[in-house]
């Protein structure tokens, strides 16, 4: 790695422009790692991001690109060791079977690492860039991504991803996984599957190795997987580490009225809540109209 492509991630990192002529590092469970190598390739670089973009709108079945060694092997390797420490949440149905973190605030130093990584704004700016998708918004809850593992007898049929976040209803638009499997072999399985739109015949396969990183637009025709059930031998598993990003797609976004405080207010009498429920289904001028009525009547009632 050259000193010209070692001057992106400090900025990530910390917000500062390194000094000339000195090197921040950071520690981690006794190792040190140098913060301008952590991404290993200049992702500023006018050339690199015309490159990384062709490949990206060229690819097939649907938008998307592979890059190997984008991340320093240090900071993956002690990633992959944190694998033994989250609490796992068993995901299992006809389609998939593997385990996935379930917070990403109690993960380990490592993967905190990474993400504040991928996550920040600059690196943001390379996907929007590479993708042409404007104003990508990272997230740091992890909805979806963190750590999965995938065990012996494991799969995930070929399928979409969401289309919005659960919580925040952005709009789900740009997928990034990193693969940490070192000597992973063919005939183990668990190579991601691109399909294409109609889910009739896998395009183009990725092989999971350590350090290979995906990027894929999600859409409507991004279907993908690894369905065939793992075979690795006795005590390896396929383990990944995802990210999702998103748009707004609009200005304002409202919470229907039955899902507010107020609407689930247990004090609220039946009565009460019908009368909310007529009031967001009837058009404003027509709500006014009736009330402009009810009070014209009640007055003339009070006269006589």
């Known amino acids: 790695m050259t000193p010209a492509q070692r001057v992106f991630a400090p900025n990530i990192i910390n917000n500062t422009v390194p000094l000339p002529g000195i090197e921040d590092h950071m520690m981690i469970r006794g190792r040190r790692l140098p913060l301008n190598g952590l991404i290993c390739q200049d992702l500023d670089d006018a050339a690199l991001l015309a490159t990384h973009q062709a ?54 130093s490592a993967t905190q690492v990474y993400l504040n990584l991928v996550n920040s704004a600059a690196f943001t700016g390379y996907l929007s860039t590479i993708s042409g998708i404007a104003n990508l918004i990272a997230d740091h ?61 896998c395009v183009t ?37 995802a990210a999702y990003y998103y748009v707004n797609e609009h200005s304002d976004v409202i919470m229907p009225f039955w899902r507010t405080s107020t609407f689930m207010d247990r004090t609220l009498t039946r009565q009460q809540k019908t009368k909310m429920v007529f009031r967001n289904m009837v058009p404003p001028a027509l709500w006014m109209a009736a009330r402009y009525v009810k009070r014209r009547l009640r007055g003339g009632a009070q006269a006589r």
């Open 205 to 241: 396969s990725v092989l999971p190795l350590f350090g290979r990183t995906i990027i894929f637009r999600h859409s409507e025709r991004s279907f993908h997987g690894h369905p065939t059930p793992l075979a690795p031998p006795p005590g390896r598993t396929r383990r990944s580490i």
């Open 55 to 108: 490949r990206f709108c060229a690819a097939e079945p649907f938008e998307h690109i592979v890059i190997d060694g984008l991340f320093d092997e240090r900071l993956l390797d002690l990633l992959n060791e944190e694998f033994d420490a989250p609490d796992w949440r068993r995901v299992e149905s006809p389609q998939e079977t593997h385990y996935r973190s379930t917070a990403a605030k109690a993960l380990g």
């Open 141 to 201: 809850t992890g909805y979806g991504g963190g750590l999965h593992e995938t065990r012996t007898g494991g799969r995930f049929g070929i399928h979409r991803d969401f289309n919005y976040h659960r919580h925040n209803l952005l709009a789900n638009q740009l997928v990034m996984i990193t693969y940490l499997n070192r000597d992973w072999q063919e005939s183990y399985g668990g190579a991601l599957e691109l399909w294409d739109k109609n889910r009739k015949t």
